[in-house]
């Protein structure tokens, strides 16, 4: 049985990864949340559950259910069972999220968003769900009262995307929207 994973953020955006079957997916019981932890400045984007919501995002295979190179990038998170929860098109079944574990966050310290990095995840939901997904993206996350780091001249993000104007105005005008 190949497991599966559901990426919600940087995920999204196929130019980030090469993991194959990627397609669109719904995990039902879910928001995004930015949290901060005791370990870094920049926050994760993770998710809580929530009843009644719902995110977009994208479910991927994992190759030989080699999850080595995944929960690598995806350090600070703990993979979780997500099987019950998403609704997709095809026959996918044993699906993990990844969620920064809640006891490891924190409400203190100076935490900041790279702007280089919801760069990265606006690009992904345009390309996949269009203006709407994006939109749909700061709709369903929360914590947007942490502070954007503009690090767009020289990006901080491992896994930064060159963005057309448009791109970048959008990512700005949904930004401005909930801040």
Not at 101 to 115: A, C, N, Q, V
Request: charged content about 25%; aromatic content about 10%.
């Amino acid at each position: 049985m190949t497991p599966w994973f559901f990426g919600y953020g940087s995920l999204v955006n196929r130019a980030t990864h090469s993991y194959p079957k990627a397609q669109p997916a719904r995990l039902n019981g879910w928001r995004r949340i930015w949290v901060g932890t005791p370990h870094r400045d920049v926050v994760f984007l993770s998710v809580h559950q929530v009843e009644n919501a719902a995110i977009d995002g994208l479910i991927a295979a994992v190759p030989n259910a080699d999850w080595a190179a995944l929960d690598q990038r995806e350090s600070g998170y703990k993979r979780r069972d997500a099987t019950a929860d998403v609704v997709q098109g095809g026959h996918a079944d044993n699906i993990a999220v990844y969620q920064v574990p809640p006891d490891s966050t924190t409400d203190t310290g100076d935490h900041h968003i790279l702007l280089s990095y919801l760069d990265v995840v606006v690009q992904g939901f345009v390309r996949e769900f269009g203006i709407k997904g994006a939109e749909g993206f700061f709709d369903t996350t929360d914590g947007w009262d942490i502070a954007v780091e503009d690090d767009r001249a020289a990006p901080l993000y491992p896994r930064a995307q060159k963005l057309t104007t448009d791109e970048r105005a959008l990512t700005d005008r949904l930004l401005a929207q909930v801040q």
